[in-house]
């Protein structure tokens, strides 16, 4: 890697990409980060001020996703791409194709044509996920180790059942297609499972806020369903970006999962460190109760009966042998992460 050359960075308000950047500041690189609208200085502060701490720079770009050509400027002079912006929503969406498909499918075509035209680049990181290795937690029974590792890939997700997980499958499909049509840029994959870990800004609304704020809201106080997360650190998901953008030897697709945790052990753990001031779960409901009153929660009949009842575990090992990832404590993460969003005044006491 030849650090006089800038990374760019898209996505750089959000809470993965913050860690990306703080990594890269501090090994002294130069960070061209783009942004939506850049005017929103409460939602790039945080980056100005790692930047004024390090020994990197920092550079923005307005560009959206949607906007065909908007990442030219950004990439002039970059050998590395980490295309991290897409919209991680979990309930938080009116149209599921305008609002989470069109952005991360397109969005990626539009950011690897501006790649294409860009003689610089020599390496693609995508931010896919989990997610794009698999579609309902009932496809763990077709594993042969009781694990989803990189060979699988989500082939049930559609616009309508599971659209996120539909997008980053389709984001992820759409990069290889385009990679393998050159050989000038190579193309990895990084894969993270749920994300945990606290965030460098008070200013995201990524899903792995939105599940924490269940948890706080109430939602969540008369039982979860029984249901399984891979989790892992902010931390170790951007180191395995950082990897995966210098380490010349990283190839495919890495899965980057800390463990499994179901969601009662979640509330578990939460209660254990922040006790009874909020309406974390006690109890985890039968499959049977949201078989019958699922939809008036909004899951699906479909979704209840695919998803609830099967743990799912993930194989990290790829991530360890070729990219040097020795993962953090999971439950750490879970509790880091809920006393930021306390700190911040994202979820406030209940009682
Ligand atoms: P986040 O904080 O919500 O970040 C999403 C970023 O995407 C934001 O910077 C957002 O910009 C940008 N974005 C969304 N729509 C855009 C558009 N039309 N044009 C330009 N930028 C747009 O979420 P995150 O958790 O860090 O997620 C980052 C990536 O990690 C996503 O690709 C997500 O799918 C993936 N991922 C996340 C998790 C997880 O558990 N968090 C797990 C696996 C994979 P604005 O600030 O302008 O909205």
Redesign the pocket.
């Known amino acids: 890697m030849d650090k006089s050359k800038p990374i760019l960075v898209?996505?750089?308000?959000?809470?993965?990409?913050g860690w990306i950047i703080e990594r890269l500041l501090n090994q002294g690189y130069t960070v061209h980060a783009?942004?939506?609208?850049p005017s929103?200085k409460n939602?790039i502060q945080h980056l100005y001020d790692l930047a004024e701490k390090s020994s990197g720079q920092i550079h923005f770009f307005k560009?959206?996703?949607?906007q065909l050509g908007a990442f030219d400027e950004s990439m002039k002079g970059c050998e590395v791409v980490i295309h991290?912006?897409?919209?991680?929503v979990v309930t938080n969406y009116k149209d599921a194709v305008k609002d989470i498909i069109e952005?991360?499918v397109i969005?990626t075509e539009n950011v690897l044509d501006s790649v294409n035209r860009t003689e610089s680049v020599k390496r693609v990181v995508l931010?896919?996920?989990?997610?794009s290795t698999y579609g309902d937690a009932v496809e763990i029974l077709n594993t042969s180790n009781n694990e989803f590792d990189e060979s699988h890939w989500n082939n049930t997700s559609n616009e309508t059942h599971q659209p996120?997980p539909y997008?980053?499958v389709a984001a992820e499909r759409k990069a290889w297609e385009m990679a393998e049509q050159q050989n000038r840029w190579d193309l990895v994959c990084i894969?993270?499972?749920?994300?945990?870990g606290p965030s460098l800004t008070a200013n995201?609304?990524?899903?792995?806020v939105e599940v924490l704020q269940q948890f706080a809201n109430g939602m969540t106080l008369l039982g979860v369903p029984p249901m399984w997360n891979g989790i892992v650190d902010?931390r170790d998901?951007a180191d395995a970006h950082i990897q995966a953008a210098i380490n010349t030897n990283a190839k495919g697709r890495y899965i980057i999962s800390g463990g499994t945790l179901s969601l009662l052990e979640m509330g578990k753990i939460l209660r254990q460190n922040f006790g009874n001031k909020f309406p974390f779960p006690r109890n985890q409901l039968p499959k049977s109760a949201f078989k019958l009153f699922g939809p008036l929660a909004g899951f699906s009949k479909s979704f209840v009966e695919l998803n609830m009842g099967y743990p799912i575990y993930f194989n990290a090992q790829k991530s360890q042998q070729e990219l040097g990832i020795q993962y953090r404590n999971i439950e750490s993460s879970v509790v880091e992460h809920f006393q930021q969003l306390l700190d911040d005044g994202v979820v406030r006491k209940y009682i």
């Open positions: 898209t996505g750089a308000t959000g809470y993965i990409a783009t942004v939506r609208d929103k939602k560009a959206d996703l949607l991290t912006a897409s919209p991680f952005p991360a969005g931010t896919s996920s989990i997610a996120y997008s980053k894969n993270p499972a749920l994300v945990m995201t609304q990524s899903g792995s902010v998901v």
